[in-house]
């Protein structure tokens, strides 16, 4: 519990530093959006394509679910500070 409340309070203090920089395909960690909305998103991307005469749709799945656990804290920091985040909580 105490980490989900940590959790939003992270997001909410990187989000105004983060936000503007965010791919308009982005559906996770935002407000308003869910992986409902990814899934409509993808299946409607590939219900256009294949409505197109003479078009056909190749699909590759990947797993990165533990993408996240195996990046290194100095590569994270580093992205970090290319997007501007400041080093401390006060801005």
Same mark, same amino acid.
């Given at each position: ?37 990814c899934l409509? %998103?993808? *299946?409607? +991307? ?6 197109? #005469?003479g078009k056909?749709?190749?699909?590759c799945f ?11 804290? %100095?590569? *994270?920091? +580093? ?6 985040? #400041? ?5």
């Amino acid at each position: 519990c105490l980490s989900k409340i940590l959790e939003d309070f992270v997001v909410s203090w990187m989000i105004e530093d983060v936000g503007k920089n965010n791919d308009p395909n982005q559906f996770g960690c935002l407000k308003g959006s869910s992986t409902t909305y990814c899934l409509l %998103d993808m *299946l409607h +991307t590939w219900f256009t394509h294949i409505d197109s #005469p003479g078009k056909h749709l190749r699909i590759c799945f990947l797993d990165f679910s533990k993408a996240f656990v195996r990046i290194g804290y %100095d590569v *994270l920091i +580093t992205k970090l500070r290319r997007q501007a985040i #400041p080093y401390t909580m006060d801005h």
